[in-house]
């Protein structure tokens, strides 16, 4: 039995590219590799090999830098922005919303596949290489652990024709229940202490989905300047309310040892810095045009990461457990394979994003082929997806 995925109705070189919203994407990407990059330390463990740490630990004055590199806002908004205008073309061609999500379901996941596959190859290879055990889990662990984000946009993309409707009803508003399902969950969590931390996960969805909703309203020209003023100002008081007067943790990303985060599960603090960012985004959207049209060096380099976006997201941290284990087996070295105990590491780690970018780089070149799907998904690709994917499963099972 094999699938088609056909063309859309409407020619696909015949859309004008729509500059600022490609460039917001590519800062989107860029925040979530430099943040993983920064955050993320690879060093020796006390029976060998490489484990995660991160210098939020021990540095808790760096946790501003999260509220700037966190921009999966934004990569929600022009999400939400592009699937809008895209689901419109394509109905305005004659699909249907069925073949339209499947046409996005697969560009989501064949990278991912892809990349489980050539990682569940690898391993035993590399462990026949000398690889330390715990580097192999770390390794497998890091690989994975972006995915939840890919499930989550998996799933928002597929309400994309719920949000449109609430779109036509309500406008920009209709994201506003989505923001408030989060801080209902805070109440009961935090303030009522009537249901227990997990119950936040209940909210993963709607935390995310606001601006993905927004990104909706924006793409049929629904949110002014003014709302995005609103947005703007009003995420930066209730961000700063939560933070100054409700205590609550000052980092965007979950710090090791902790016992709270605003990110897993997500806080109202998500939302919040959301509106913030995606507020900023939409008016500076024509400046940023501008920049874009008058630099095509600029342009090149933001259509070669829009290009590579999902290929990116799913081995940047390959890279670094790379040039880290690699570095690790010629000795100690500052920022990259010690322990991030202070804030000179970060500055330190800094130094070495050209060789994690080249490495990168690298991995790009080689496995970019799998950034598009093929034209025919049969039964046997499917079978091999779920082949690879219970193997993979397997082998984390084993190593937790």
Known sequence: MTATVSLTPVAATGIQRER???????????????????????????????VVDSPLRAAAWLAPMTWVL???????????????????????????????????????????????????AALPLAALAGAAPATLRTWAVLLVQPFWFIGIYAVVTALTPVAMWLDRRWGWAAALPLAGAVAVADVARYGLHVVPDWAGYLTVVPAWMFTYQLGVAWARGGITRTTAWRLLLGGAALFATLVVVLRYPASMVTVP??????????????????????????????????????????????????????????????????????????GSFAGLTDAPTSGHWVAERLGWFPVLAVALGLLVALVRRFERPAAVVTGRHRAFAVAVAAAFTAYLVLVY
């Open 20 to 50: 600022a919203i490609d460039g917001l994407r590519a800062l989107a990407i860029l925040g979530v590799v430099c943040g993983h990059w920064l955050v993320g330390g690879l060093s020796p463990g006390t029976a060998g090999g490489l």
């Open 70 to 120: 966190q921009m999966l806002g934004v990569f929600f908004l022009v999400g939400g922005y592009a699937a809008g205008a895209s689901l419109t073309r394509w109905r305005s061609g004659g699909g249907t919303d069925r073949a339209w999500l499947r046409r996005r379901f697969l560009r989501l996941a064949w990278p991912v596949v892809a990349a489980v596959a050539l990682v569940t």
């Open 257 to 330: 040892g902790s016992g709270r985060s605003n990110s897993n599960p997500p806080s109202l603090l998500v939302p919040a810095l959301a509106a913030v960012q995606s507020g900023a985004a939409i008016l500076l959207r024509e400046r940023f045009d501008r920049l874009l049209h008058r630099h095509s060096g600029l342009w090149t380099a933001v259509a070669v990461l829009n290009l590579c976006a999902m290929t990116i997201f799913c081995w940047h941290q390959t890279a670094l457990v790379a040039v880290s284990a690699g570095a690790a087996r010629l």
